[in-house]
């Protein structure tokens, strides 16, 4: 195992999902990483630990570089099991430890390991000397749990964002620079997991990371690296920042997607001829089938397009069931700055649209147009489907 120094002292000392898939619910076909931190100076200190089955493979990492039982402080950043599953068997070895969290933290972590640990609980502001190096600790709650908090080494410029800014892929390298763009590649493919990862999990937060990034530049943090706790470390962190900047304002590309399910195929029908119309009208679009794509996949694109157009069939005089879901999965995700539309087919009764269109204004989204069918389109419906395709191409550019 070779050593991985970010920084004189830091080390990272976490692990490697290659096999991770499936992340509750989120599917990551690149795999992932649990990343922890171990800082090197007079006091020693472990930041974050790794999911329950890493505990080895953390353990070996430090041991290569300190005795864990040498550490003094661990901080928790933290409470979700990925980050602080292996903290009982740390606290086993490093028995005179304390453990650092957040208010919110020490009450998670109490519920989670009853542990008779010595913790303390910081706040925005506190700072521990570590020697050489001082923490100062920035809670960011709701960034992405009531618990959250990063860490910032003063000295090194270097910010420990715990789940902020990360990724879920697992590679070889550890640095951007070295993982993004491997030769042979055009993709960035971190930059691209970055994006999934925001859609999936930091949507909604935008207004308050926003906040939070303002806040940064009033506390005078320069942050010269960013260690995320899933993913690639940010050797240049101006990269990730503006994308979040850019994501959080609901800034997006001149593009359209279409997303729907279908019983029938009359749905279906009117789905690829809306994206004829938008497509034809030089907006480029892409097509989700909900029971042929993954709703994680999915969600990077609402990110990344100005207009969602969501089209169900109806069932029971409501919407079909995969098309509910993932609106529930959506709304709760809040997008925002979308142009939204909607489409759909029915029998005997309609009911499939108006069910699309409730649960979107009852989240705050205004739909500005809706299509229904009655079963087949015919040559007249197919002309509204794709006028209503190069309607929305039309706003989409302006
Ligand atoms: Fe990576 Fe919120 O846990």
């Given at each position: 195992m070779s050593k991985v120094e970010?920084?004189?002292?830091?080390?990272?000392v976490g692990a490697v999902d290659w096999n991770l898939r499936d992340f509750h619910g989120y599917t990551t076909p690149r795999g992932g990483t649990y990343n922890a931190y171990l800082i090197i100076d007079e006091k020693i200190a472990l930041i974050d630990t790794v999911k329950k089955a890493f505990s080895g493979e953390m353990l070996a990492r430090i041991s290569e570089i300190i005795d864990p039982s040498k550490i003094d402080y661990v901080v928790s950043n933290h409470v979700e099991i990925d980050h602080s599953g292996s903290l009982p068997d740390i606290m086993e070895i490093a028995r005179n430890a304390q453990v650092i969290t957040s208010e919110k933290g020490k009450e998670g972590l109490l519920r989670y390991y009853r542990g008779n640990w010595n913790l303390r609980t910081v706040k925005t502001g506190d700072e521990l000397e570590l020697g050489k190096k001082t923490l100062f600790f920035i809670n960011a709650a709701m960034l992405h749990w009531p618990d959250s908090m990063s860490t910032y080494i003063k000295e090194d410029k270097l910010l420990l964002s715990n789940d902020l800014f990360g990724q879920h892929i697992a590679s070889s390298f550890r640095f951007e620079e070295d993982a993004?763009?491997?030769?042979?590649?055009?993709?960035d493919v971190v930059m691209e997991e970055a994006a999934k990862y925001y859609a999936n999990i930091f949507m909604q937060f935008g207004a308050l990371i926003l906040k939070k990034i303002e806040e940064f530049q009033k506390l005078g943090i320069q942050i010269k690296m960013i260690g995320p706790s899933h993913g690639i470390i940010w050797k240049n962190p101006e990269k990730i920042i503006d994308a979040y900047v850019n994501w959080a304002k609901g800034i997006s590309a001149q593009k359209a997607v279409v997303i729907y399910d279908t019983m029938w195929e009359s749905t279906e029908i009117m789905a690829k001829e809306i994206i004829k119309g938008v497509s034809e009208s030089g907006v480029e679009a892409s097509l989700f089938h909900l029971r042929r794509n993954e709703w994680s996949e999915i969600m990077k694109e609402v990110l990344e397009s100005r207009a969602v157009i969501i089209g169900s069939p109806t069932l029971h005089n409501d919407l079909f069931p995969t098309v509910g879901g993932f609106l529930v999965y959506l709304t709760g995700l809040r997008p925002k700055n979308k142009i939204w539309a909607t489409f759909g087919s029915y029998g005997w009764a309609g009911g499939g649209v108006k069910g699309i269109n409730d649960k979107l204004k009852s989240a705050g989204n205004e739909p500005v147009e809706s299509l229904e069918v009655r079963f087949r389109p015919d040559e007249m419906d197919l002309a509204n489907c794709y006028a209503m395709g190069q309607r929305i191409a039309s706003q989409v550019k302006a």
């Open positions: 970010l920084i004189d002292g830091v080390y990272w993004c763009c491997p030769p042979g590649y055009e993709r």
